[in-house]
């Protein structure tokens, strides 16, 4: 990748999991400020920007906070895509998500199904927010010409994920409850019934996706980034991060809290045809691999 490609949300689970590129976060601008970040931005010259940054959280915080996330999240779209339309900025990828998909659709997803429902209502600030990005970039894309698209990942978990135990996504949140538990002799309580299921990808197979789309997908539309081979249900994910981490002690689940969407399967057959042979890390490497860098880092990570 070109050094003039520009990371924002360069500090987060998925941006700092990119090899190269130029990373930005917060403490070289706010994205909510207009002038700050395209004075910071021209200063880097890009032809291309991976836009990761965004507010983002589990259920439970997306659940708290629908207006935050609305807000926060068009403003910041908002602001970079005008300053990459001002910049002549070639190359563009915006991030969606699976959870922003219409709730209850029966089948698998596919990336034209975007609009066709509404989401689900734990999250639609989130998701009415990225899906006006998909507006957006469609918008500048067509008039415009640029070659910007987006990419529709599924849960991400590994390396510098937000770990904090209530407004993370479930994989940290189940970490760090796991080794709190270890240490301090506790039980596991897990929220919900165990029953929903999810896909989960490694970021770093998610970067390494997005770096080579960056570079040899020509295409307008939206790719679904998973691995739809893997969906487990939440009960799975908790006996495997047991085995991983060697917890032995009790695990609770506590059915008072929401199970959020009980299903978010994908089809993603487009990216295999673009992306023939890749090799996703299986789930129990990556959430080995997670533990063990969580622990080995806790004074440093975000939680
Ligand atoms: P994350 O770990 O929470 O990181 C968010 C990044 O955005 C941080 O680098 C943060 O910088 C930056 N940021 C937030 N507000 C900012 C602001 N006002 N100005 C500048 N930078 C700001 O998020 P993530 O999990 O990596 O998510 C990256 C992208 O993937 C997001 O667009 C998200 O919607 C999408 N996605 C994530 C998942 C998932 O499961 N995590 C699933 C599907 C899609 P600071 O640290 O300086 O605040
Ligand atoms: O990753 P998560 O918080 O978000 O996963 P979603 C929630 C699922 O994990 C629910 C179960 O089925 C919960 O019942 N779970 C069990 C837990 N224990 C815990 C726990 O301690 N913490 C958490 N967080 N969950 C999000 C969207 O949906 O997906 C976001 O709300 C985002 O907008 C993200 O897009 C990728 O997968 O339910």
């Known amino acids: 990748m070109s050094k003039s490609c520009i990371i924002t949300g360069g500090s987060g689970l998925v941006g700092s999991n990119f090899k190269d590129g130029i990373k930005i976060n917060s403490s070289h601008c706010d994205l909510m400020n207009y002038d700050e970040s395209y004075n910071k931005i021209k ?15 589990g259920l439970y915080y997306n659940i708290q906070h629908p207006l935050k996330f609305f807000e926060k999240n068009i403003q910041m779209n908002s602001n970079i895509l005008k300053i990459s339309h001002e910049l002549g900025v070639k190359k563009f990828i915006g991030f969606l998500s699976t959870c922003i998909f219409p ?28 899906r006006m990005l998909e507006v957006k970039i469609r918008a500048y894309r067509k ?16 390396y510098n994920d937000n770990f904090n135990i209530d407004n993370g996504h479930v994989v940290p949140a189940l970490i760090h409850k796991i080794y709190n538990a270890k240490n ?4 596991l309580v897990i929220k919900g019934t165990g029953k929903a299921k999810r896909e989960f990808i490694f970021a770093r197979d998610l970067a390494n996706i997005c770096n080579y789309l960056l570079n040899h997908y020509d295409g307008d539309d939206s790719i679904i980034v998973s691995d739809s081979d893997n969906e487990i249900a939440i009960k799975e994910l908790v006996d495997i991060l047991v085995e991983v981490s060697n917890f032995k002690g009790n695990v609770i689940y506590d059915t008072s809290y929401s ?12 990216l295999k045809n673009i992306l023939e042979n890749f090799e996703f890390t299986p789930l129990e490497k990556g959430l080995k691999k997670t533990y063990e860098w969580f622990e080995n880092n806790y004074e440093e990570v975000r939680k």
């Open 143 to 158: 008039e415009f010409g640029y070659k910007y698209f987006c990419v529709i990942p599924t849960n991400v978990y590994g």
């Open 103 to 130: 709730d209850n659709l029966g089948r698998p997803y596919q990336e034209t199904d975007l609009h066709i429902g509404p989401p689900h209502d734990s999250n639609f600030g989130y998701a009415y927010a990225k």
């Open 259 to 270: 199970d959020g969407q009980l299903v978010k399967k994908t089809d993603n057959s487009k």
């Open 43 to 57: 200063s880097f010259n890009p032809d291309s920007i991976i836009h990761c940054a965004a507010m983002v959280g």
């Open 184 to 187: 301090n002799n506790e039980d």
